[in-house]
């Protein structure tokens, strides 16, 4: 079992910065691949960006140049930092992780307003 907390969500202005952080505990050792998704308002989650556990990382064309996923082994937590947001990326943002099933944060509000 993996236990997935985000943090770091909020309302920021259009071209501002977020950082958010999603802290693994439990079985994180069997963990494979994690990352972040997104749900906006009417609209179907969708991948955001996400990272294997050999450091490989992947992200939606949407937000490549501007958003950046790591991971912090040491402290089980991965991160997304998200710069020149856009009101489009408002959405609730949800951490997962991969073992054999997946796993999933209870989501993040992230608002950007124009």
């Known amino acids: 079992q993996v236990q997935l907390v985000e943090s770091g969500g909020g309302l920021v202005q259009a071209g501002g910065s977020l950082r958010l952080s999603c802290a693994a505990s439990?079985?994180?050792?069997?963990?494979?691949?994690s990352g972040w998704f997104r749900q906006a308002p009417g609209k179907q989650r969708e991948l955001v960006a996400g990272?294997?556990?050999?450091?490989?990382?992947n992200y939606a064309d949407s937000v490549k140049g501007r958003f950046t996923i790591s991971r912090d082994n040491a402290k089980n937590t991965v991160y997304l930092q998200m710069s020149s947001l856009k009101p489009e990326d408002t959405a609730v943002y949800y951490c997962?992780?991969?073992?054999?099933?997946?796993?999933w944060g209870q989501g993040t509000q992230v608002t950007v307003s124009s």
């Open positions: 439990g079985s994180t050792f069997s963990i494979k691949a």
């Open positions: 990272i294997s556990s050999d450091g490989n990382t």
């Open positions: 997962y992780a991969f073992t054999t099933r997946d796993y």
